[in-house]
């Protein structure tokens, strides 16, 4: 798994590529996010365009990054969801817990309204 960062306007944006898996990649990611909010950033999209395949356990590290930036009065929004991902989401009913969206530039905007 590959991590992308952009930051702008205090607010962060990873882009992720290939498996989230588990192991020493959701480590890194769930890493990622702590260190950000080191840095006053709470407000988080993951771009996972090229994500492939995600299992429990990444499933799992996505809800604690989201769980880590709430406790923080953070945001975590998903973007550029691929279809397989998307039916992941919706089996699970964790598409009712995430704010979803077809870009990253749309889910930046409905950052800025909050």
Do not use: Y
């Amino acid at each position: 798994m590959k991590i992308e960062e952009k930051i702008e306007n205090h607010l962060a944006i990873l882009k992720i590529e290939g498996n989230i898996m588990g192991g020493p990649d959701t480590d890194e990611l769930h890493a990622r996010i702590r260190s950000l909010l080191d840095d006053d950033i709470v407000h988080v999209i993951l771009d996972l365009q090229g994500v492939k395949w995600l299992n429990s356990a990444g499933l799992g590290v996505i809800i604690a990054c989201l769980a880590t930036l709430k406790k923080s009065n953070g945001i975590l929004k998903l973007a550029r969801v691929t279809r397989k991902i998307e039916s992941l989401l919706v089996i699970t009913q964790l598409n009712r817990i995430f704010e979803i969206f077809d870009s990253v530039e749309k889910a930046v905007a409905s950052m800025t309204e909050e």
